[in-house]
């Protein structure tokens, strides 16, 4: 009888002392209740001072009983020490000796640096930023641009088609006949925009980049005030010593058409690799708009006249920073952007 009691009084022990170790709130709680329960005067002691009560047989049961109940509470208290012992022993958690952390800023990436610095002498010149849609009807891609569906352009291997008569835009000019089509003249922007191409990806093609298109239509616009302003950007963008050259060439919105160069930033026109020893390098696609786009888009082609354009940022960002491969604009390498930053 004796027995079950001692050894039912054990396990009520346990149970108590367990929850208790628990609850323990830190290190002190928990050496405060080593010396409640298994200290020399503790309550497991006081347990085990009825064993003289029990016969020399039913002892073993009984201490027996009493150890397993010792070791539990002995392995929980060490185990929830070992917890509140890491932070005790670290001394204070925050050093205030180190240096703070650096934060990550976001950077401009070269060609939105480009796009940004053309745009405000455009802005400075009278031009408005605007933007159009990337995906566009084969319609604004080519037709109202006086670009008949079989033009070379309108290719399936040159244009990704997203459904029938669907296209990503092929250039930013479609951009004008939604500019034309929700303003009336006198109109004078700009337009930046990424623009699609199924060219293979190497050194200097990718099948994504941007673009930035210029438009000015009004009464009376002629070929030299496209001359004076193209000059006037040239200047401010490449430098006062840079000097611009006009080529006759051909595109189906514009007419007459033009190509404009800038004398090579690297050899100041002399000839280098660079320019492949011409001494010019081409920066954009440009020309009178044409009648039958004034027409598409509902504009009087007798009373009005305009230039437009096509440059190329990337390229303009490659000649600028002196860039090998195109790729390293779309690598997103830190060790490169990181220059611009
Ligand atoms: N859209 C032409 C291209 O992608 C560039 C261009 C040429 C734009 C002449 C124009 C322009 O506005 O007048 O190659």
Redesign the pocket.
Known sequence: MAVDELIGQLKALEAEGLDAVRAGGDAAALEALRIEYLGRKGRLTGILRRLGELSAEERPAVGAEANRVKEALNVLLEEREAGFAGAADQGPRIDLTLPGRRRWEGGVHPVTLVIDEICDIFRDLGFSRVAGPEVETVDYNFSKLNTPLDHPAADMHDTFYLADGVVLR??T?PA?AHVMENFQPPVRVVVPGMVYRRDPFDASHAPGFA?L?GLAVDEGITFADFKATIGEFVRRFFGADAKTRFRPSF?P??EP?AEVDVSCRICKGAGCSACKQTGWMEIM???MVHPNVFEAVGYDPEKYTGY???MGPGRIAMQRYGLPDIRLLYESDMRFLKQFA
């Open positions: 092929t250039h000019s004008q673009q298109e595109f919105f514009t058409s696609g440009s020309g437009a354009f096509g």
